[in-house]
């Protein structure tokens, strides 16, 4: 029941902001196991949901030193607005030496290529939108 619940409140809120749905769970699920499958590393994300206003996590501005939890992170996915991925990781290798990116933009393109997902890129970061007011800004 709970559920079922918070979905109806995400379907209203989606209704009252007039937002076009993008992505729909066949396709989350498709990304989810490519990404999980295939890729070096799951590539950390900043995550948006229909009904919060705070983003998880609340700083994604820079490359940062994690991975992303692409397995139960973004689930349930009627409830994602979008996710802002940087497919590349500072990558510790001691305290006196600086830290060496991991950078796997290349193949995580051809992944949403493949699967046709529109997306937004801006420098290196990649927007994926569930749900959006304006798809004209998104690259398939």
């Known amino acids: 029941m709970v559920l079922n619940r918070n979905k109806t409140r995400v379907v209203e809120a989606i ?42 996590p609340e700083e994604f501005e820079k490359d940062v030193w994690y991975w992303g939890d692409w397995k139960e992170g973004i689930v349930p996915f009627y409830n994602v607005e979008w996710i802002k ?27 949403l290529k493949e699967l046709s997902i529109p997306y937004r890129q801006d420098n290196n970061t990649y927007f994926i939108y569930g749900y959006i007011s304006d798809a004209s800004v998104l690259t398939l």
């Open 15 to 56: 209704t009252e902001r007039n937002l076009i749905s993008i992505m729909n769970d066949t396709k989350w699920r498709e990304l989810q196991d490519e990404v999980v499958n295939t890729l070096l590393f799951p590539p950390p994300y900043q995550a948006k949901y229909v009904l919060e206003d705070l983003l998880h």
């Open 85 to 111: 991925v940087r497919p590349r990781y500072l990558k510790h290798r001691g305290s006196l030496v600086s830290p060496e990116l991991i950078d796997i933009t290349e193949d995580f393109v051809n992944i």
